[in-house]
């Protein structure tokens, strides 16, 4: 129950297309949702969020879709560049009392490429 | 402001030795976190530090452990180390404990274990 599943494994895009990247969820107590982004050599770093009372959330060419109800969530990358290539990993934390921290549970992580 | 700091970044040791891996977290933040990195499992949760209290552990065994000290930097200990410990240990830090504090992670140390 407390898996995150993600999908696909790896994704080649060409520049300027959209690259969309899907994670779904079985615990119903998971209420906040990150994306994160990983180049080579460097840790993760957090790209946008969502938490479950909206069903998109955008920033800059970035988007986050939320079913709440279909339990699934997704990453549009709109516009894909180069620079973009990297892996990225949906998560999935829920609130565990005050005081204590969220404890991230990540999808396996996506491989995307984008080809020129 | 500088992010947060892990040293080392490459360690090799031996089946049955110890290893320590350390965190500065970023100044101010509070909680620390520690993952696990592998090809084969992904990233999964060690556990969390918030003023120098483990506050949740992840399924890994006894031999990992860890602590904080006053100025939030923290170490994890592994020890009688297993080829299967070879992985990308990543620490986090975030400004206070709780859902949808961002976690900034390091770059990690990378654990090669012979």
């Known amino acids: 129950q407390q898996q995150v599943k993600q999908s696909p494994q790896s994704l080649i895009v060409q520049k300027g297309g959209i690259s969309i990247i899907n994670c779904a969820y079985e615990n119903t107590a998971f209420d906040y949702f990150p994306w994160y982004q990983q180049f080579p050599g460097k840790g993760p770093a957090l790209l946008i969020a969502i938490r479950p009372d909206v069903s998109e959330k955008k920033e800059g060419r970035f988007t986050i879709s939320f079913n709440k109800s279909a339990k699934q969530f997704s990453l549009h990358i709109m516009d894909s560049q180069p620079g973009d290539s990297a892996t990225y990993f949906c998560a999935a934390s829920m609130y565990s009392g005050t005081g204590t921290a969220s404890k991230l549970t990540f999808g396996t992580g996506t491989r995307l490429q984008v080809t020129l | 402001k500088a992010g947060v700091t892990q040293t080392p970044r490459y360690l090799i040791k031996t089946r049955g030795q110890q290893v320590t891996l350390s965190c500065s977290p970023i100044?101010?933040?509070?909680?620390v976190s520690w993952y696990q990195q592998t090809p084969g499992q992904g990233l999964q949760f060690l556990f969390e530090y918030f003023s120098e209290t483990q506050r949740n552990k992840g399924n890994f065994p006894g031999r990992f452990s860890g602590r904080q000290f006053s100025n939030s930097r923290s170490e994890m200990n592994v020890s009688t180390l297993e080829l299967g410990d070879s992985a990308l240990y990543l620490c986090a830090s975030s400004l206070r404990a709780g859902t949808y504090n961002e976690q900034f992670f390091g770059p990690g140390t990378r654990l090669t274990v012979l």
């Open positions: 100044s101010g933040h509070r909680s």
